[in-house]
């Protein structure tokens, strides 16, 4: 494929982008919208990001070998290159990263699930439905990107759209047949999934996040809209409207599925058992009942099921394949994810929550699981949203026994400030809490500690294995620090 090529597939004007138009007629191997990691051969896109403005890398790039520019801004005086002026860098990113990978969605059944909580545990409900239907299924969600048998860590949640569209290429050239697709809100106000093709979105809730970035909750609701919005008129918008936002968007969609655990839905539960051992739905739908079963626990994790068996309904999946999909799912890294063994006599569970909405249904679930006391381990992020760290610590102090306040990731704030914030919620309350700002130390005491029968629930990373500091990043997992801990409690126990 040439630069012109590449350039009429993704509807961009050439026509006074070069001096010399033989240099649209270069082989162009791929796209990319980072001049360190650009190859040659490439075609550069300078995006404006957060802190820089990408045409300040535009003589890196040609250095590297780019054979055209894609930018906002006008071509700088004596550059020899193609330089395609557009409106909207990140829009034509998403152009022609699809025209390059040659629109693989249109190839595939893709799904798209956002919202504040739920999102990665429904992508992974519903690549299991589509699995057990028969159609081999890729994920993309925060936690991992799977291809076939392939899995890789996530860089973040929703990659570039470039990038995106190269992981739906190779999902196609390894033979899948659908995708399921964590959507953040972040990726649809920087545009990296336009230009996908959607057969069916989700919905499953909206609460306070990411106001760093968006600024109110309006913007946040006016991204999320967004994926609806790009979503064919024939594609289902499954959506929870128990949810106040759920509801508003139910009444502008084209085509609304609507599901809930308490309003009068198109899709909800006739009954609903929910234990320590897992859930146990009777679900009503608009193609017969179902009968769902999971060894995933609590109210949460009920919403994130039927939101799945919703859209796998909404898709006319066989019945069998949707309960023997939610049934596969047993468990989903960092989130409720119990780490301690039936040997220990205490129970230690690491979940993402990181929203005081998020961290309430977790606690509440957790208190189910305890004889004793509920002790709770979290901290917050730093550069994002602060009016959220008290209103976390009021959370904590109300549904826990005992709170330890550590550090999450404090990128380039002081955590002492960060901690600072969060005692704001907990010195209303009379929930004995502490400050241990050493993470692993908060875990290590947390668990050698708790008395049995208690519960530890430590709170906000999941997943992740790293932390995030000003000028470093150091590996660091929860769930392997946690582990370790446990073990040291039973060696000091069989010494004893």
């Known amino acids: 494929m040439t630069v012109r090529d590449l350039l009429q597939r993704a509807g961009l004007e050439t026509a006074s982008s070069v001096r010399d138009s033989t240099l649209l007629d270069r082989p162009v191997t791929g796209v990319g919208c980072n001049s360190r990691s650009l190859a040659a051969g490439e075609l550069f896109v300078a995006i404006r990001g957060l802190r820089h403005d990408g045409t300040e890398f535009a003589d890196e790039a040609r250095s590297r070998g780019a054979v055209a520019v894609v930018a906002e801004a006008t071509r700088p005086s004596g550059f020899d290159l193609p330089w395609i002026r557009v409106p909207d860098a990140r829009a034509a990113l998403a152009a022609v990263g699809a025209g390059i990978s040659g629109h693989p969605s249109r190839e595939l059944v893709v799904i798209g699930t956002t919202g504040t909580n739920g999102k990665t545990t429904?992508?992974?409900?519903?690549?299991?439905?589509?699995?057990?239907?028969?159609?081999?299924?890729?994920?993309?969600?925060?936690?991992?990107?799977?291809?076939?048998?392939?899995?890789?860590?996530?860089?973040?949640?929703?990659?570039?759209?470039?990038?995106?569209?190269?992981?739906?290429?190779?999902?196609?050239?390894?033979?899948?047949?659908?995708?399921?697709?964590?959507?953040?809100?972040?990726?649809?106000?920087?545009?990296?999934?336009?230009?996908?093709?959607?057969?069916?979105?989700?919905?499953?809730?909206?609460?306070?996040?990411?106001?760093?970035?968006?600024?109110?909750?309006?913007?946040?609701?006016?991204?999320?809209?967004?994926?609806?919005?790009?979503?064919?008129?024939?594609?289902?918008?499954?959506?929870?409207?128990?949810?106040?936002?759920?509801?508003?968007?139910?009444?502008?969609?084209?085509?609304?599925?609507?599901?809930?655990l308490d309003a009068a839905a198109d899709v909800a539960p006739d009954r609903m058992d929910l234990s320590t051992d897992g859930i146990d739905l009777d679900?009503?739908?608009?193609?017969?009942?179902?009968?769902?079963?999971?060894?995933?626990?609590?109210?949460?994790?009920?919403?994130?099921?039927?939101?799945?068996?919703?859209?796998?309904?909404?898709?006319?999946?066989?019945p069998p394949a949707i309960e023997q999909g939610i049934a596969s799912v047993t468990r989903v890294p960092g989130r409720m994810q119990v780490v301690s063994g039936s040997d220990d006599p205490v129970t230690v569970i690491v979940d993402f929550a990181h929203t005081d909405n998020a961290l309430r249904g977790v606690l509440e679930t957790a208190r189910g699981f305890a004889r004793g006391r509920l002790v709770t381990v979290f901290g917050c992020g730093g550069d994002r949203d602060v009016k959220k760290r008290p209103l976390m610590g009021a959370v904590a102090s109300r549904c826990s026994d005992l709170v330890i306040v550590t550090s999450d990731n404090p990128r380039s704030e002081d955590p002492h400030r960060i901690a600072e914030d969060i005692e704001l919620g907990l010195v209303s309350g009379r929930t004995p809490w502490l400050t241990v700002l050493d993470r692993s130390e908060a875990i290590e005491r947390s668990v050698r500690e708790a008395r049995p029968g208690d519960v530890v629930v430590i709170a906000g990373k999941g997943h992740e294995q790293r932390q995030v500091f000003a000028t470093r990043s150091v590996p660091f997992d929860d769930a392997v620090v946690a582990r370790e801990a446990l073990a040291a409690r039973r060696g000091r126990s069989r010494v004893g």
């Open 122 to 260: 429904t992508t992974y409900l519903l690549e299991a439905m589509l699995e057990s239907a028969g159609l081999r299924c890729g994920r993309i969600s925060s936690v991992s990107y799977r291809i076939g048998p392939d899995e890789q860590r996530a860089t973040r949640t929703t990659p570039e759209a470039h990038e995106l569209q190269s992981l739906l290429r190779r999902m196609v050239d390894r033979q899948c047949r659908a995708c399921a697709l964590e959507v953040s809100s972040h990726a649809l106000a920087l545009r990296r999934v336009d230009q996908v093709s959607f057969d069916a979105v989700v919905f499953t809730n909206l609460t306070r996040d990411h106001l760093d970035f968006h600024g109110d909750m309006a913007s946040y609701f006016r991204a999320k809209r967004r994926l609806f919005e790009m979503a064919d008129e024939t594609s289902p918008a499954v959506v929870n409207i128990d949810d106040p936002y759920g509801r508003t968007l139910a009444a502008e969609v084209r085509r609304p599925v609507t599901y809930g």
């Open 283 to 318: 679900l009503r739908t608009t193609r017969g009942p179902l009968r769902l079963q999971s060894s995933l626990v609590g109210r949460s994790n009920t919403y994130n099921i039927v939101a799945a068996a919703a859209t796998g309904t909404a898709l006319d999946l066989p």
